[in-house]
């Protein structure tokens, strides 16, 4: 398994616009240059959004998708009065620990201090802007249709909730699994019973020929 930072986040240089269809793009870049195939792509909450994206620009490319608490297929709107606080969050730390906090309900993981530490290093412009950027996007569900999908959220997410990641997965022609007790953050929060999820979706998946 492989993990790249997107451009913008935790210190990786960013140019140009701030949008899902360019995160997408750069992935791809990414991919090629890593010489990885047809991968089975996992992303969470904004990077769900840009796993789909690239999944419909080139579904052949993709050997499947994990969407992890993820954006809507409709995108997900931020209400206006709630972008202020996410510009603080640039010049405040303990606001951006607070909000970061948040996503852990069952309690912030051994990692937290390392999350909040990235947290800290995105770009200026991405506060904001990654916000525009899903509020902006959204993907045809019936040009993912046919991918094999796992679609998980978690049942105390107030973020991205879990009639979002039901809907979602109806969307898409699959079972959405709910971890209970966890919130956004469940990656973090129970990284135990995600690992045994994804073991148990691969080993679903077709072998390559």
Do not use: K
Not at 39 to 44: A, E, F, Y
Not at 131 to 137: G, I, V
Request: charged residues 15%.
């Amino acid at each position: 398994m492989v993990a790249p930072n997107l451009p913008g986040f935790a210190g990786t240089p960013h140019t140009g616009e701030v949008s899902i269809p360019t995160y997408a793009h750069w992935l791809r870049a990414w991919l090629e240059e890593q010489h990885i195939l047809r991968p089975v792509l996992l992303g969470h909450s904004l990077g769900g959004a840009v796993i789909m994206e690239l999944a419909q620009q080139s579904p052949a490319e993709v050997a499947g998708l994990i969407l992890a608490a993820s954006s809507p297929l409709g995108g997900l709107v931020t209400p206006e009065e709630n972008y202020p606080v996410l510009e603080m969050m640039r010049s405040q730390p303990a606001l951006l620990e607070m909000s970061l906090g948040a996503l852990f309900p069952s309690g912030r993981p051994a990692n937290f201090p390392d999350l909040v530490l990235d947290g800290g290093r995105m770009a200026a412009t991405h506060y904001s802007g990654n916000a525009r950027a899903l509020s902006a996007w959204r993907v045809n569900p019936e040009q993912l249709r046919g991918l094999p999908t796992l679609v998980l959220g978690g049942e105390l997410d107030a973020l991205v909730t879990p009639d979002m990641v039901r809907s979602q997965a109806q969307a898409l022609g699959t079972q959405a699994g709910l971890f209970p007790g966890l919130g956004h953050g469940f990656p973090q929060e129970n990284p135990a019973a995600l690992r045994a999820c994804l073991e148990h979706f691969l080993h679903t998946l077709p072998e390559e020929a």
